[in-house]
C-alpha cells in the first residue's frame, strides 16, 4: 500500500481496493444529522466505526477512547470540528491526521498525552483552536505548531511543562490567545526567553514612545497583552523556592543579574583577585611540596651514609679477627 501524499481522494481509493466498507450508517448510541455525528458520553472503549463520510462536526468526548483510529478517522475528508475531551488518549502522531486538512478545531483535553512531537499535527494547516490542555505533557518539540500558521487559540494549561521553546510561539503570528497556567514552569535561566517574550506581548509599545504618551501605552499594552497570555495571573514559577508564586512573565526581572547582566568593572576585578589568589596559592604550594621532597631526599642520604659506614666498621673487624686467630 502506497503511503497517502496527496489529497484525500487518493486515501480512499486505496482503502476502497483493500475491500474496507465505506458504509454511511450512524455508528451505535451515536446521534446523527446531515453533517454532525455526537457520541457524546456513550461509554465508547473504541473509536467508533462506520462514521458518515460527510460528517463535518465529530463529538467524542466523555468516553473511554485510548486511542484514534486512523483508518476511520481518515475517510473523513470533510471533518472541521473534532472533540476528543475527556477521554484516555495517550499517544497521537501524524498518520492520524493525514485527510485533515480541512480541520479548523481540535479539542484533545483531559486525555493523557505526554509528548507533542515535531509531526503531530503538519497537516493540520488550517488549524484555528488548538487545545491540549489537562494532559500530562512534558514535552512540546520546538517545531510541533510550524504548520499551524493559521492558529489563533493554544491551550496548554494543567500539564507538566517545565520550559516552553519560545520559538514555537513566535512563529504564530496570528496567535490571539495561549494558555499557559498550571504547568511547573522552572524559572531558571533556561526560562528567560519565554518570560522575555511574554514581557514584551505585555508591553510592546511603551519602549520607543515619549514620557508623554507613556500612559496610553501602558492601556494599549494592557489589552494587547490579554489578546497572547489570556491567565497571566496564574502563569507561575513552581520552582525553585525563591521564585515560587512569581508570574513567568517577571521572572527575568528576578534573574537578569544572573542569566542576561554583563559583567561590570569590580566583577572583573573580582576574578583578577581570586585568579591572582589561585596562583600564588600554587606557589606556595607548590615551593612546600619542593622542600619536603629536598629534606626527604637529604634524610635518605645521610641515612644511607651511615649504613654504608656501619657495613665498612664490621667488615673491618671481621677481617681482624680471622687474622688474629690465623696467627695463634
Same mark, same amino acid.
Request: aromatic content about 10%; overall charge neutral; charged content about 20%.
Given at each position: ?21 465505506? +458504509?454511511? /450508517? ?7 444529522? @446531515? ?6 458520553? $456513550? ?18 468526548? /466523555? %468516553? ?9 478517522? &481518515?475517510?473523513?475528508? /470533510? ?32 486525555? +493523557? ?20 490542555? %489537562? ?8 517545531? +510541533? ?24 510561539? $513566535? ?19 533556561? @526560562? ?28 494599549? !499594552? !494592557? ?7 489570556? /491567565? %497571566? ?35 572583573? @576585578? ?12 600554587? @606557589? ?20 644511607? &651514609? ?23
Amino acid at each position: 500500500m502506497f503511503l497517502y501524499l496527496g489529497k484525500s481522494h487518493g486515501l480512499l481509493w486505496e482503502l476502497l481496493l483493500m475491500g474496507v466498507s465505506l +458504509a454511511a /450508517d450512524c455508528p451505535p448510541m451515536c446521534m446523527c444529522d @446531515i453533517f454532525k455525528v455526537n457520541c457524546r458520553s $456513550k461509554g465508547l472503549n473504541a473509536f467508533p466505526k462506520s462514521l458518515p463520510l460527510s460528517t463535518r462536526y465529530l463529538d467524542l468526548s /466523555d %468516553n473511554s477512547i485510548s486511542e484514534i483510529n486512523s483508518l476511520e478517522l &481518515n475517510l473523513l475528508s /470533510d471533518l472541521v470540528h473534532l472533540d476528543c475531551s475527556y477521554n484516555a488518549i495517550s499517544e497521537i502522531s501524524s498518520l492520524d491526521f493525514l485527510a485533515g486538512m480541512k480541520l479548523v478545531y481540535l479539542d484533545i483535553s483531559y486525555n +493523557a498525552l505526554k509528548k507533542i512531537g515535531s509531526t503531530t499535527f503538519e497537516r493540520l494547516t488550517r488549524l484555528i483552536v488548538l487545545k491540549l490542555n %489537562n494532559n500530562k505533557i512534558q514535552e512540546v518539540h520546538q517545531r +510541533a505548531f510550524e504548520s499551524n500558521i493559521g492558529l489563533r487559540v493554544l491551550d496548554l494549561r494543567n500539564n507538566s511543562l517545565s520550559f516552553l521553546n519560545v520559538s514555537l510561539i $513566535k512563529r504564530l503570528h496570528g496567535l490571539k490567545s495561549v494558555y499557559l497556567s498550571g504547568n511547573p514552569w522552572e524559572c531558571q535561566c533556561t @526560562i528567560k526567553l519565554l518570560s522575555q517574550w511574554l514581557m514584551e506581548s505585555k508591553s510592546p509599545k511603551i519602549r520607543h514612545l515619549a514620557v508623554e504618551k507613556e500612559a496610553q501605552a501602558i492601556v494599549e !499594552a !494592557a489589552q494587547h497583552w490579554r489578546h497572547y497570555l489570556a /491567565d %497571566n495571573e496564574d502563569t507561575v514559577c513552581s520552582r525553585p523556592k525563591s521564585m515560587v508564586g512569581i508570574p513567568v512573565s517577571e521572572a527575568l526581572s528576578k534573574i537578569f543579574y544572573i542569566c542576561v547582566a554583563p559583567l561590570d568593572y569590580f566583577d572583573y @576585578i573580582f576574578f583578577v583577585m581570586v585568579g591572582f589568589t589561585i596562583f600564588i596559592s600554587g @606557589i606556595i604550594v607548590a615551593s612546600i611540596v619542593g622542600l619536603f621532597m629536598v629534606c626527604l631526599e637529604r634524610h635518605r642520604m645521610v641515612t644511607g &651514609n651511615e649504613d654504608d659506614i656501619e657495613m665498612a666498621l664490621y667488615q673491618r673487624r671481621t677481617s681482624v679477627v680471622r687474622s688474629s686467630k690465623f696467627k695463634v
